[in-house]
């Protein structure tokens, strides 16, 4: 064994060496990882199924595109893994029943109230009831799967790791004491875990609340005959519309019994299935826009801080020339004249929406990582692979981009925020993804007539929710920024060094 191999040992040895020697903390967490899978597993193969689809069919409808690719067996997977049982679903915690008139079956077994007592919910409890057991399940569910991946980093500390100690363990300490950070985290987890169970936690469905509900029937006591009556979606949704003279508020049933926990659109869709829905749209738009954002400004600044000179000054003029427009002056511009194009028929415009994103945003990212990455190119480590002949790229992937990654994490989180505001922006203006594809953004567009009246809850909720995740967006990277970088925390410090938080 060489001398730099006894100094730095293989880590995968020694990590399959601790697992010989002490594999019980390994097996259990495996084992409860394995468990808490198996009980929604059902749900991963259908949104994986369902993402496949929704791919294969937006590009099949673009004439630009000459793609031919069959649906039948991403839809018959679908459909397969949509059978599968799990712990969080309507299936299996009932609140709203809904029948198929198209394939003359029901999605969701009859629900309805008899005169006496509720048939077909969960218990036979409450509408209400069912519907907030279902939601308790799924947010515990979700921490319990947050509580499994932060044993397993600290068993892998404890009992597999090589070194005692990295700076990365400083990093996530820190972040601990960060509480404007961890409040951030908080929001941040909470919206990821409404948009990865969305579908879980609306009482009912996108496709029969506003895509197609006259193709879906429910049924209702009917007090006047006191019997039990069937009518379409649709129809149930034109009578419990909230207008501002008639209202269907928070926490409320309608006259056909459904629940609706924030209320009607004034077309008397479900509200909360709009923000579920909405929310989903809206990280999947701003993903992409940040990803890549984050790509091309971190490619720039390699580029101009690595060859400096001309190439530094043309990114510089370009980039100069795209702020120097109004931002959102420039993102209408761009909307407007793509609107009509091929790309706003993908994802009903979410795919342009991002690209708009990205073509105004990589500017200000670039401006924020280039100054590091122009310091960390003069580091003596860069130097010395360029003594060793080591091609440019290579250089500046191995030995540049891992200094800067902190920044773009930290850069990204504040940037999405943002990306946010804007799709809701463009939404309510009438420029974002396509009717009647939910957007939080048009609903707040839709409820302003109505927010003197008793239906203010239309534009008030999405409003709300979109500020609260915004802060939390930037709390979190506030958080992350001071972890990475101690320096950087504006609060005080106590007498062992670590932030009290803030940086707000």
Not at 415 to 431: E, F, P, T
Not at 435 to 459: D, F, K, M, V
Not at 476 to 481: I, M, T
């Amino acid at each position: 064994m060489t001398t730099a191999q006894r100094q730095h040992p293989d880590t995968s040895q020694a990590v399959r060496d601790g697992l010989r020697r002490n594999p019980r903390p390994a097996v259990v967490w495996a084992a409860f990882g394995a468990g808490l899978l198996a009980l929604q597993i059902g749900a991963l193969l259908e949104f994986g199924g369902s993402a496949a689809l929704d791919t294969v069919r937006a590009f099949n409808a673009i004439d630009a595109v000459p793609l031919t690719v069959g649906t039948e067996a991403l839809a018959g997977f679908e459909q397969a893994a949509a059978e599968i049982p799990r712990l969080l679903s309507r299936q299996t915690i009932p609140n709203n029943g809904l029948y198929s008139v198209e394939s003359e079956e029901w999605v969701v077994g009859p629900v309805y109230y008899n005169g006496q007592e509720w048939v077909g919910t969960f218990l036979g409890l409450e509408p209400a009831t069912a519907w907030a057991l279902r939601a308790v399940l799924v947010y515990a569910y979700a921490f319990a799967g947050l509580a499994w991946l932060w044993t397993g980093y600290r068993w892998f500390r404890r009992y597999y790791r090589v070194a005692d100690w990295t700076p990365r363990d400083d990093v996530v300490d820190r972040l601990r004491s960060h509480y404007w950070g961890l409040f951030g985290l908080f929001v941040v987890f909470i919206f990821l875990t409404t948009v990865l169970f969305g579908p879980a936690l609306a009482p009912t469905t996108n496709q029969a609340s506003n895509v197609d509900p006259y193709s879906y029937e429910t049924q209702y006591w009917d007090a006047e005959t006191e019997s039990v009556e069937t009518t379409a979606v649709g129809t149930a949704n034109s009578q419990s519309a909230s207008s501002g003279s008639t209202n269907v508020g928070l926490f409320s049933y309608d006259d056909y019994g459904r629940y609706h926990p924030f209320g009607t659109l004034p077309g008397g869709q479900d509200l909360f299935t709009f923000i579920m829905y909405g929310a989903r749209l809206s990280l999947s738009i701003g993903l992409v826009a940040v990803g890549l954002s984050t790509f091309i400004a971190a490619a720039f600044a390699m580029a101009s801080a690595y060859y400096k000179g001309r190439v530094d000054l043309g990114l510089i003029l370009l980039s100069d020339s795209i702020m120097a427009l109004p931002s959102l002056l420039l993102i209408i511009m761009l909307s407007v004249i793509f609107g009509g194009t091929w790309l706003a028929n993908i994802y009903s415009g979410g795919l342009l929406l991002s690209l708009v994103f990205v073509a105004t945003g990589w500017p200000g990212l670039w401006r924020a990582i280039r100054g590091p990455t122009l310091q960390t190119t003069e580091r003596e480590w860069v130097d010395a692979a360029r003594a060793f002949g080591l091609k440019p790229r290579t250089i500046m992937r191995k030995h540049v981009f891992p200094y800067i990654v902190g920044y773009l994490l930290v850069y990204g989180s504040m940037s999405l925020g943002g990306v946010i505001i804007g799709i809701a922006g463009l939404s309510y203006l009438g420029l974002g993804v396509n009717p009647p594809t939910p957007e939080w953004g048009r609903a707040i567009g839709l409820g302003q007539p109505y927010i003197g009246t008793p239906s203010w809850h239309i534009s008030i909720v999405p409003g709300v929710l979109i500020t609260i995740v915004v802060i939390g967006f930037n709390a979190l990277g506030d958080g992350v920024r001071d972890a990475i970088d101690p320096k950087s925390d504006t609060e005080t410090t106590d007498a062992k060094g670590v932030g009290r938080g803030g940086g707000a």
